[in-house]
């Protein structure tokens, strides 16, 4: 079957070939009653628009490039879910990179979204350290890059990102309000401004309730199951007292409270646990996990309303780049409650309530 063209449309309406071409590309000088005229000849002619030498003419791909550490954890895929969503409305399809925490397969993707022509660069840095150049390079270059969750805050890179020290606070007051006194960390070897954010809103926590904050309760490794079991087996080994465990994320937490389970040990009774993101497992494992919720997919809709904000504008990089900071919100489980809890604003220590959550811009 011949393939249907712009010339094809052009005769069916009378029309210029460059008529028929400006009315696909929605160009402003070609009226509203044309667009639609050349629109449904073209469904009816079964018209199918060839998308490279479209971007080619028009110096647009409508496609943007989205990269991520990985998919494997619902934290990441539901951030994406949201991004699609917003963009997939606005017209745009998406091309989705996973670094697996490399630093040359961010490398890599990066070459490849470059190499595919697309209009934008959605990025949450890999764990590795060395990627400041190669995206500062990106925006000398103009290339529009916008950064969600794990972002390099000395660029001058618009981006949207958790409040985490709220998060780690809120999570370590929560443990409080329950009674746990002695409050192990468990946080990331990466230097990473997310973990070290949350582990700051640890401190304070401790402090604000006028608790020491111990460096032996803070231990540091591969965020991973094996890391929350290893971290409970060297304080028992070690006799070291503890009530509760707040992991920097709810796989390590998940793994602290296994080995709990396997020592007999009960939660929450003698051992509170708290993770971080909400991890889709949290809600059916027993006892359900208590965690800090990221608003994922409110996440990937702000990240793609800012991209689409920033690209209509024309100027994409401004003098102060435009950041968006999420809320987090504690979600109580049975892993950690054990009675009634105050709220911040009843116990006079509180600095946080997550009942009102804010989008904070900066």
Not at 9 to 25: C, D, G, H, Y
């Amino acid at each position: 079957m011949k393939k249907t063209t712009i010339h094809d449309i052009a005769r069916e309406l009378e029309v210029t070939f460059s008529t028929v071409a400006r009315a696909l590309n929605d160009h402003p000088g070609i009226s509203a009653a044309t667009k639609l005229a050349v629109r449904e000849t073209a469904q009816r002619l079964n018209y199918r628009q060839n998308k490279l030498a479209s971007s080619l003419r028009s110096g647009r791909s409508n496609v943007i490039g989205i990269i991520v550490p990985s998919l494997h954890t619902s934290f990441f895929s539901s951030v994406v879910h949201g991004i699609e969503k917003v963009m997939n409305e606005n017209g745009y399809s998406v091309l989705l990179y996973q670094t697996g925490e490399s630093l040359e397969q961010e490398q890599k993707g990066i070459d490849t979204f470059l190499q595919s022509r697309v209009d934008g660069i959605l990025a949450s840095v890999s764990a590795e350290e060395g990627q400041l150049e190669f995206y500062g390079d990106l925006r000398k270059r103009q290339v529009p890059l916008l950064f969600f969750d794990r972002a390099i805050l000395q660029l001058p890179i618009p981006a949207v990102t958790i409040n985490d020290f709220q998060g780690g606070y809120l999570a370590t007051e929560h443990l409080l309000q329950q009674g746990y006194r002695r409050i192990v960390h468990i946080t990331s070897e990466k230097d990473l401004t997310i973990f070290k954010s949350r582990l700051e809103g640890y401190k304070a926590a401790l402090r604000h309730y006028q608790l020491p904050v111990e460096e032996q309760l803070i231990f540091r490794g591969a965020v991973s199951l094996e890391l929350g079991k290893s971290v409970i087996q060297q304080l028992r080994q070690a006799g070291e007292p503890f009530d509760a465990v707040f992991a920097t994320e709810d796989y390590t937490a998940m793994g602290a409270l296994q080995q709990l389970q396997e020592l007999e040990i009960p939660v929450p009774a003698e051992v509170g646990v708290v993770g971080f993101a909400n991890e889709a497992f949290g809600a059916f494992v027993r006892p359900g996990l208590s965690t800090i919720d990221q608003q994922t997919v409110l996440m990937g809709e702000e990240t793609a309303k800012l991209f689409l904000k920033l690209t209509e504008c024309g100027k994409f990089y401004s003098t102060v780049p435009e950041r968006i900071e999420l809320a987090p919100l504690l979600i109580r489980r049975a892993s950690s409650v054990r009675r009634q809890e105050l709220q911040p604003a009843d116990s006079g220590f509180g600095l946080f309530s997550e009942k009102e959550p804010r989008n904070v811009l900066s």
